[in-house]
């Protein structure tokens, strides 16, 4: 099947910072990405659908200027979260769409730890 | 809009048991459905879906559920579990008309006891 990836898998940045986080179809062009925030214990809620070449939309109560997305190409989406707080500390996941036989089939990525000290 | 009702947050059952994660789900559109299986610290994997036809789904590791219209449910069951099914069972939705915003129920902690 398709792979998804994460970079990075953990980090931890200090409060006021920025990190960037990249999702990564390996094997496959993806339209379409989503992110997803998943508190301890919680379910996965989505954050954003990020469109390549176009604005991503946002869930409602997402920031949208906190957390910064970005569709560079078919195979990559990044997302910034930007003066970052310790309520940011999550676990991001992304996921990636491809059309295949005949319906959609959705890919997640490893999720990546962030924690904001 | 979609929502998806996981009808029991912790399922404690002894090896080699039979298990049933309950999961039901509203929607005014028709839906597929999903179910995925988390380990900790780990993303998402697919378990099963059903997207059309047959209303019982085989998915990988043992697992299969049964789609009922009716009572609009996705029950995942497993005849027999092992110790290493321990993990978060994820039930989900996504509109079958395009967009693909999948909604996940709240989870399911399924702990196999020795």
């Known amino acids: 099947g398709a792979v998804v990836s994460q970079h990075p898998s953990r980090v931890i940045c200090k409060s006021g910072t920025s990190v960037k986080i990249e999702c990564r179809s390996l094997?496959?062009?993806?339209?379409?990405m989503f992110w997803y925030r998943q508190f301890p214990k919680k379910s996965l809620m989505l954050m954003a659908t990020?469109?390549?070449?176009?604005?991503?939309?946002?869930e409602q109560g997402v920031e949208k200027d906190k957390f910064l997305i970005n569709h560079a190409s078919l195979t990559l989406s990044t997302l910034t979260v930007t003066s970052a707080h310790p309520e940011d500390s999550s676990f991001y996941i992304c996921?990636?769409?491809?059309?295949?036989?005949?319906?959609?089939?959705?890919?997640f990525g490893p999720g990546t730890r962030l924690t904001v000290t | 809009a979609q929502s998806v009702t996981q009808l029991d947050s912790q399922v404690p059952v002894f090896e080699e048991a039979p298990v049933e994660l309950r999961c039901n789900y509203s929607?005014?559109?028709?839906?597929?459905l999903f179910w995925y299986v988390q380990y900790p610290n780990q993303g998402l994997q697919l378990l099963l879906k059903?997207?059309?036809?047959?209303?019982l789904v085989k998915g990988i590791n043992g697992f299969e559920a049964e789609f009922n219209k009716s009572q609009t449910s996705f029950h995942l069951r497993k005849p027999s579990v092992h110790i290493s099914d321990t993990a978060e069972y994820f039930c989900?939705?996504?509109?079958?008309?395009?967009?693909?915003?999948?909604?996940f129920g709240a989870g399911t902690r399924l702990f196999v006891k020795a």
């Open positions: 996921s990636a769409r491809v059309w295949s036989q005949g319906t959609y089939e959705q890919y």
């Open positions: 989900a939705v996504s509109p079958n008309t395009g967009g693909f915003k999948t909604i």
């Open positions: 929607s005014s559109v028709s839906v597929y």
């Open positions: 990020s469109n390549e070449g176009s604005k991503a939309t946002y």
């Open positions: 094997d496959f062009q993806a339209t379409t």
């Open positions: 059903y997207l059309s036809g047959s209303t």
